[in-house]
């Protein structure tokens, strides 16, 4: 055999492991995501200690709506929080209503006093009437929210500011969304 084919060969062979490869981590990630589990991400630059769990409704179909179930396990609720904050990338290009936010604390709802979404800064803020107790487990509830128009995997970051806190935000962890990608 001539070195040419063999190269080719080879090529070939590396091409469809590549593909293969690809296709099983993404049928991980769906039934990782379809379990309510965080999530399999290879090499996403979050620690997996720093990696949240969280599920879309309606799928995270592009341009579609959809409803954010963000979770914060009772493990990184260290102190109590009056404020929680989310952030999102500028890539993100989707819209939120900040009417439709709930905060749910080991399953009960809890009163929110004020939610605003700062789309030029990319932040949505959560201002609880009462603060959430430490060591209970959090889900930030996004209701009808428009999924962007594109494919692909956005970075949003939980950040908490606990009663008495001068104002710097504490950082808790990293939701790492894809849209269209089941």
Same mark, same amino acid.
């Not at 293969?20 to 991980?28: P, Q, V, Y």
């Not at 128009?149 to 969304?177: E, K």
């Given at each position: 055999?001539?070195?040419?084919?063999?190269?080719?060969?080879?090529?070939?062979?590396?091409?469809?492991?590549?593909?293969?490869?690809?296709? $099983? /981590?993404?049928?991980?990630?769906? @039934?990782?995501?379809?379990?309510?589990?965080? %999530?399999?991400?290879?090499?996403?630059? +979050?620690?997996?200690?720093?990696?949240?769990?969280?599920?879309?409704?309606?799928?995270?179909?592009?341009?579609?709506?959809?409803?954010?179930?963000?979770?914060?396990?009772?493990?990184?609720?260290? $102190? /109590?929080?009056?404020?929680?904050? @989310?952030?999102?990338?500028?890539?993100?290009? %989707?819209?939120?209503?900040?009417?439709? +936010?709930?905060?749910?604390?080991?399953?009960?709802?809890?009163?929110?006093?004020?939610?605003?979404?700062?789309?030029?800064?990319?932040?949505?803020?959560?201002?609880?009437?009462?603060?959430?107790?430490?060591?209970?487990?959090?889900?930030?509830?996004?209701?009808?929210?428009?999924?962007?128009?594109?494919?692909?995997?956005?970075?949003?970051?939980?950040?908490?500011?606990?009663?008495?806190?001068?104002?710097?935000?504490?950082?808790?962890?990293?939701?790492?969304?894809?849209?269209?990608?089941?």
């Amino acid at each position: 055999m001539s070195r040419q084919k063999f190269a080719l060969r080879l090529l070939s062979v590396f091409a469809v492991s590549s593909c293969l490869a690809t296709g $099983f /981590a993404t049928g991980f990630a769906a @039934i990782a995501q379809a379990q309510g589990l965080p %999530g399999f991400t290879i090499f996403s630059g +979050v620690d997996r200690e720093n990696q949240l769990s969280w599920r879309m409704d309606f799928d995270g179909r592009p341009g579609g709506r959809d409803r954010y179930r963000l979770r914060i396990p009772s493990k990184k609720m260290e $102190f /109590a929080v009056e404020q929680f904050s @989310i952030t999102y990338p500028d890539t993100y290009r %989707g819209e939120f209503d900040p009417d439709s +936010v709930e905060v749910k604390v080991d399953g009960d709802e809890v009163v929110i006093d004020e939610v605003t979404w700062d789309p030029e800064n990319r932040v949505i803020e959560i201002y609880p009437q009462q603060p959430v107790p430490a060591d209970t487990r959090v889900e930030l509830v996004l209701s009808r929210v428009q999924n962007p128009n594109r494919i692909g995997t956005h970075y949003f970051n939980a950040l908490v500011r606990s009663p008495g806190d001068l104002p710097m935000m504490r950082y808790v962890g990293t939701w790492i969304l894809s849209i269209g990608t089941r």
